[in-house]
């Protein structure tokens, strides 16, 4: 391949989504960044890297499609593609509503195979095409109270899966990151809700084996990795970035 990969990143504006394009660019990638919010970190990347932002709600298929329609036009293809956008949520499931729970799994679900569904075709084009979707330790061990979100995730690991089954003989690898805690604006708005924020988060880091949680820039490592060609081996499997803590059970 003689041009510059390019990496499209949902999500892109803050946490997760911010590391990783941090990352890929730094890695050579160009850049394909679809936030609904502004990407403020811009200027801050490598020189010589070709950035298209766009402003896109993921939950619509149509946003998504012009978006990847105009990046195709800007870079010729795509290489790779990292579906960071998500939401937390909590909920009981009896209060739920419908609306409530499409609100989530359009977010955390639906975006990720729309998303995909609008890339795919130029990754085909690709020869070293690949896919990483975001997904949580949530997907296969949950905490009370954050119904629907271990659902939705465990939606994200089962599209992973069949994704890469389906697209591995077409030259696509597919594989999921499962962060558990991470130390982003979700977790610091967690933490200013506790009554006491030092002593909640010492808590959380006391209940991991590294004891300390994750930084956006350790998953976006691993994001890294699976996207790169040391990875071309590695289709269908999902890697946790949790500092340990799914190895444990809840008493002990």
Known sequence: MTHRPVALITGAAHGIGAAVATRLAADGYDLVLLDQ????YIDALPAGV??????????????IDRAVAAAAERFGGLDAVVTCAGINAYFDAIELTEGDWDSVFAVDLKATWLTCRAALPLLLASDQAAIVTISSIHARLTDAGTFPY???KAGVEGLTRSLALDYGPKGVRVNAVAPGWTRTRL???????QDDPD???AA???????RRIAEPAEVAAVVAFLL??????????TFAVDCGLSVRTAIG
């Open 228 to 237: 790169s060609d040391q990875a071309r081996a590695v289709t269908g499997a």
């Open 187 to 193: 977790v610091d708005d967690w933490l200013a809700r």
């Open 199 to 201: 002593a909640a988060l």
């Open 204 to 210: 959380v880091n006391a209940a991991h084996p590294l």
């Open 37 to 40: 919010d502004p990407i403020a």
């Open 50 to 63: 070709d950035i298209f932002p766009a402003a896109v709600d993921v939950r619509d298929a149509a946003q």
């Open 150 to 152: 271990a659902a939705a």
